[in-house]
């Protein structure tokens, strides 16, 4: 620990860990998170967290792109897969937080919510 520190004060960069799966399996386990709350983001305003968690994805897959002997060729190329499907996922945040906006200016939230509201009534009394 003490050595972490004696790095992070001399401004000394550590190096990044020689095995990237662990990495890579949590990082694309995020992404899968990020884009399950980009796609529900639009009815129900979960965008705001899938966006930050995307744009997390991304920025961490940037530090470690840089080919140097610590790493594989696979592992690069699966952390390159994974920055191109989290650039899309950023895409896709950017077009849905402007569908929102749009949806906010008409009454489609007001209507979708009520009848959804109407829905679980019905099926609420039915049981």
């Known amino acids: 620990m003490t050595e972490k520190v004696d790095a992070l004060f001399s401004g000394d960069l550590p ?3 020689s095995e990237l799966g662990p990495r890579l399996e949590r990082l694309r ?3 899968w998170v990020a884009i399950a709350l980009d796609v529900l983001g639009i009815p129900c305003w979960t965008s705001v967290p899938g966006a930050i968690l995307t744009l997390y994805v991304w920025l961490s897959t940037d530090t470690d792109t840089h080919p140097d002997e610590l790493h594989s060729t696979d592992e690069l ?3 390159g897969r994974l920055r191109k499907t989290a650039t899309w996922a950023l895409v896709f945040c950017v077009a849905s937080l402007m569908a929102q906006i749009f949806l906010l ?3 489609f939230y007001e209507r979708l919510w009520g009848s959804l509201s109407v829905v679980i009534q019905h099926l609420w009394q039915s049981v």
Do not use: G
């Open 15 to 17: 190096l990044p860990p």
């Open 29 to 31: 386990q995020t992404l």
């Open 77 to 79: 190329a699966q952390l």
């Open 105 to 107: 200016s008409t009454s």
